[in-house]
T-cell receptor, first 114, second 113 residues
């Protein structure tokens, strides 16, 4: 009963390096989301997708790119990592949008940029 | 814009104490309201929700009532347990069925035996 799986769980990068975070869901959900969680800030939406092949910007999209080539996967890329991107990243998915379709979260990826 | 304000933490209680975590919101119309819980090392889980005014959401002994007149959705539990120690997030989904959730900053609860 996997649900939403994030890979990797931890990563340390140097400033300027690039990397991709992978999110996979096995619930056949249409919508997927990437959030970042910072102390005292709650969760902020980075990018989201309402279906395969579509992506949209959230509240804090700068410095990140995403792709949704397959329905079950949602990738978050950092092209040139900066210390300000040190955070815990959460992926979520939902069957569709709206209040009657709760979002299901992965366990998070803790990313440190040195 | 839409926003959620919840009480600052951390909150420390003894087992069997009464819990209240305050949450107020700013939004147009009638948003849907949620409480999510995050246990240590895990992602967020939906705890309860209410989609219209005067609705009461409940789950695992927790309750929250959607109060339109005070724009509030306070979380309560009559008798907390050590296993309730977690971070609690209040969130809203704007009226109209937006896909976006707006979260509060979270309140950390520690329950001591």
């Amino acid at each position: 009963n996997a649900g939403v799986t994030q890979t990797p769980k931890f990563r340390v990068l140097k400033t300027g390096q690039s990397m991709t975070l992978l999110c996979a869901q096995d619930m056949n959900h249409e919508y997927m989301y990437w959030y970042r969680q910072d102390p005292g800030m709650g969760l902020r939406l980075i990018h989201y997708s309402v279906g395969e092949g579509t992506t949209a910007k959230g509240e804090v999209p700068d410095g990140y790119n995403v792709s949704r080539l397959k329905k079950q996967n949602f990738l978050l890329g950092l092209e040139s990592a900066a210390p300000s991107q040190t955070s815990v990243y959460f992926c979520a998915s939902s069957k569709s949008g709206g209040p009657n379709q709760p979002q299901h979260f992965g366990d998070g990826t803790r990313l440190s940029i040195l | 814009g839409d926003s959620v304000t919840q009480m600052e933490g951390p909150v420390t209680l003894s087992e069997e104490a009464f819990l209240t975590i305050n949450c107020t919101y700013t939004a147009t119309g009638y948003p849907s309201l949620f409480w999510y819980v995050q246990y240590p090392g895990e992602g967020l889980q939906l705890l309860l929700k209410a989609t219209k005014a005067d609705d009461k959401g409940s789950n695992k002994g927790f309750e929250a009532t959607y109060r339109k007149e005070t724009t509030s959705f306070h979380l309560e539990k009559g008798s907390v347990q050590v296993s309730d120690s977690a971070v609690y997030f209040c969130a809203l989904n704007p009226q109209g069925g937006s896909e976006k959730l707006v979260f509060g900053k979270g309140t950390k609860l520690t329950v001591n035996p």
